[in-house]
């Protein structure tokens, strides 16, 4: 029967399984630059994603209005048909649908890092990658104009703290600055630079077939002699089971997705697959980096907000390392002073009295008076968790090392926000937020097949025809936010795959 969704296609040179920022990278380069490599032809490429794809053209800071009818105001638009129960995105373009839009690219620390992980991902084999991110996502720093009052009085508190404050980074194109996109909000007006306003168009205009709502549920791998292959995959899709064979099978869907997607196919370890085992890394799942955050909120007798607009979404920072080579590296950022104030989020704060007149009063009040920081701890030190395959969630337990660094971001917290005349501050204290947001590491690359699971060129050790490119491969959680470091490996891993796998002679 000729299968609807790609046109009877039932053969790809490549299937990319996952459309958030590695499967856009990896597709969008494959079809603009790779070739088949026997007849020298365009490359037949899929890529497939579980959850909807809202289509519309790209126009950054006026969005698509077909596609803006279908975003709400609730916070980050978590519905579970595009969620998956483990907090990231099900939908094409993945988690950068409703990223905070913060954007640095590699650190030299991270670089390093990576080589210390066993790869050979130096800055300077990663400098192309890094350019071409650096423009793709237009990263830049918010002028101070659009900056709200609170972010500008973090920014000279710290300094006369003697801190070295830096100026946030985003990747957004002609922002309106309405306020309603920080951490967790999609924007109505595609000024968020994710995989589906960056590279997914260009792998569509490259010819890429995107089919959507369609779940793989496993690699199909074979024993060829003594090795085995990756010969294609199978996907489910409105109740419909299809299997599509491909040249090479390249596996984005992420930090939880692609180690589940492995386990599903039978690829990990004994311990978790028991008979179901057929080929063996007990690296799979494993490694699990993480950040660790608190959230430091303060209460101000004025207004450190304008009511009438949003601002910028992202001011200032600085980093505190605890050791060098960024050890203990803390970024505490001026998250609470920017942005929209909901009216749920004040009412349900620990500011807010109870009852009565003294709880109108200060819902009149505190929408313009709230502020507070961000404090993310990129390397938890000596400490990494897992993907629970069975029950597909994350492990991960934190250790007094990381409370203790924690509070000390409380702490620095609290000088900077004393400093900038804050009346009531509250969360230095607490228990640190593991999230899965920024996880990376659960498929790790590297040069030892008993450590890791794909080598530097993100080929599997295991698997023949089998690569993966996502944030589950990155060796070491970076020291900035997720999307730089990832798009950067991820083109990487692009240019690699082309010159390795689909080049003429
Ligand atoms: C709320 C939130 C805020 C964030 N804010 C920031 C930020 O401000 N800055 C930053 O740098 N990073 C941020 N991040 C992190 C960033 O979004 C991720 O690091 C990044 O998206 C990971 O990219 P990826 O390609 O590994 O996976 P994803 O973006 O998760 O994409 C994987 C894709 O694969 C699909 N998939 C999974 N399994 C299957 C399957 N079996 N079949 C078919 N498809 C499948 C998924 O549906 C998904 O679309 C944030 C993340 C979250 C959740």
Redesign the pocket.
Not at 17 to 25: E, L, N, R
Not at 87 to 104: D, F, L, N, P
Not at 214 to 217: F, P
Not at 480 to 486: F, N, R, T
């Given at each position: 029967m000729r299968n609807q969704e790609t046109g009877g296609n039932t053969f790809y040179d490549a299937i990319v399984?996952?459309?958030?920022?590695?499967?856009?990278?990896v597709a969008a380069h494959l079809a603009e630059r790779g070739v088949n490599p026997q007849n020298g032809e365009r490359l037949r490429i899929a890529m497939?994603?579980?959850?909807p794809y809202w289509k519309g053209e790209v126009r950054p800071g006026y969005g698509a209005p077909e596609r803006r009818r279908l975003i709400t105001n609730c916070f980050?638009d978590d519905a579970a048909d595009?969620m998956?129960p483990w907090?990231?995105?099900?939908?094409?373009?993945?988690?950068?649908?409703?990223?905070?839009?913060?954007?640095?690219l590699p650190y030299p620390e991270d670089y390093e890092d990576w080589i210390a992980e066993g790869t050979d991902w130096s800055e300077i084999a990663c400098r192309s990658a890094a350019e071409e991110v650096r423009q793709m996502y237009n990263i830049h720093a918010e002028p101070d104009a659009v900056l709200s009052r609170g972010s500008l009085m973090f920014r000279d508190a710290a300094r006369a703290l003697g801190r070295d404050v830096q100026k946030a980074l985003v990747?957004r194109r002609n922002c309106l600055y309405c306020g309603f996109c920080?951490?967790?909000y999609f924007c109505r007006y595609d000024s968020k630079m994710?995989?589906m306003t960056t590279y997914i168009p260009r792998a569509e205009r490259g010819g890429v077939e995107i089919i959507s709502d369609?779940?793989?549920?496993r690699v199909v791998i074979e024993k060829k002699g003594a090795s085995f292959a990756a010969t294609g995959?199978v996907?489910r899709r409105g109740g419909r089971a299809t299997e599509l064979r491909a040249g090479k099978v390249i596996v984005?869907?992420?930090?939880?997705?692609?180690p589940?997607?492995l386990y599903?196919s039978g690829y990990g370890s004994r311990e978790d697959l028991g008979d179901r085992l057929l080929v063996e890394n007990k690296n799979i799942g494993r490694h699990l980096d993480i950040h660790a955050a608190i959230v430091v909120m303060a209460m101000f007798d004025r207004p450190i907000k304008d009511a009438a607009r949003g601002a910028a979404p992202a001011g200032h920072f600085f980093l505190d390392d605890a050791g060098p080579g960024g050890r203990g590296r803390m970024r505490i950022k001026d998250s609470g002073m920017l942005g929209v104030e909901e009216p749920w989020g004040l009412a349900f704060s620990p500011f807010a009295p109870d009852f009565g007149r003294e709880h109108k009063r200060f819902m009149k009040q505190a929408a313009t008076r709230r502020g507070g920081t961000l404090v993310v701890l990129k390397k938890p030190e000596g400490y990494r968790g897992s993907v629970n395959l069975k029950a597909a969630e994350m492990e991960y337990e934190g250790n007094d090392a990381i409370v203790k660094r924690m509070r000390e971001g409380g702490e620095i917290s609290r000088e900077v926000l004393l400093k900038m005349g804050a009346k009531n501050i509250i969360g230095t204290d607490m228990p640190p937020i593991y999230?899965?947001?920024?996880?990376?590491s659960t498929c790790r690359a590297g040069s030892d097949p008993k450590t890791s699971v794909v080598n530097a060129n993100f080929e599997s050790h295991d698997v023949d025809n089998l690569l993966i490119?996502?944030?589950?491969v990155?060796p070491r959680s970076a020291s900035?936010?997720?999307?730089?470091?990832?798009a950067t490996i991820?083109v990487l891993a692009a240019q690699r795959i082309v010159a390795n796998h689909f080049k003429r002679g």
């Open positions: 399984v996952g459309s958030g920022v590695g499967g856009s990278i497939i994603e579980a959850g980050s595009r998956w907090g990231m995105v099900k939908m094409v373009g993945g988690s950068t649908m409703h990223y905070g839009a913060s954007v640095y990747g920080e951490g967790g994710n995989a369609a779940e793989v549920e995959v996907y984005s869907a992420g930090v939880i997705g692609t589940l997607l599903r999230h899965i947001a920024h996880g990376v490119c996502d944030a589950s990155q900035g936010d997720a999307v730089g470091p990832l991820s």
